[in-house]
């Protein structure tokens, strides 16, 4: 409806709404889910490495320990898509797994940017440790990018009822 400001353009004629699909908002922006994934499975790679030679080192102990527990959870939200194929979607705990899936996009990268924080504290940073943080700083801006990445765009099929014959 014109001037109605509900966003949505009237259907072309001869066919009728069917619902709605999601596209990306540019070509390009099919690019950045794979530099996305590549990034966070690397930032993965850069969060393990870091701390173990954090824990190899008596002063960066701290980090240390902080860098394997955020390993955990940015392993498993980085390497679910393998995870979900692996487990399918039936059964208790794979439905589990599909809320973790679900945290996604700007959650996730809301997640990852709190996580960096802690690695550029004063008192218990390391080079290392800095190193991570920036990977985990650019994949949850990844991440929040992510939300503005797709459209949603009505789709439509043809209205049979206006050729339907007698």
């Not at 509900?6 to 999601?22: E, R, V």
């Not at 802690?118 to 985990?136: D, E």
Request: charge should be positive; charged fraction near 10%.
């Amino acid at each position: 409806m014109p001037g109605s400001g509900s966003g949505s353009a009237p259907a072309p004629s001869g066919m009728i709404a069917s619902g709605f699909s999601y596209v990306n908002r540019h070509p390009k922006c099919k690019m950045l889910s794979y530099v996305r994934t590549a990034i966070g499975i690397f930032t993965v790679l850069v969060i393990y490495s870091s701390a173990m030679s954090s824990l190899l080192t008596v002063t960066a102990f701290p980090i240390g320990i902080y860098l394997v527990v955020i390993g955990i959870p940015t392993c498993m939200l980085e390497f679910g898509v393998i995870i979900r194929m692996c487990c399918g979607t039936e059964g208790p705990l794979c439905k589990v797994f599909a809320l973790v899936l679900g945290f996604d996009r700007w959650q996730r990268g809301c997640l990852y940017i709190v996580f960096a924080v802690v690695c550029f504290l004063p008192s218990i940073s390391t080079m290392s440790g800095k190193m991570a943080g920036i990977f985990l700083l650019i994949t949850g801006i990844l991440y929040v990018v992510k939300t503005f990445q797709k459209k949603k765009v009505p789709t439509y099929v043809p209205d049979l009822s206006a050729h339907s014959v007698p």
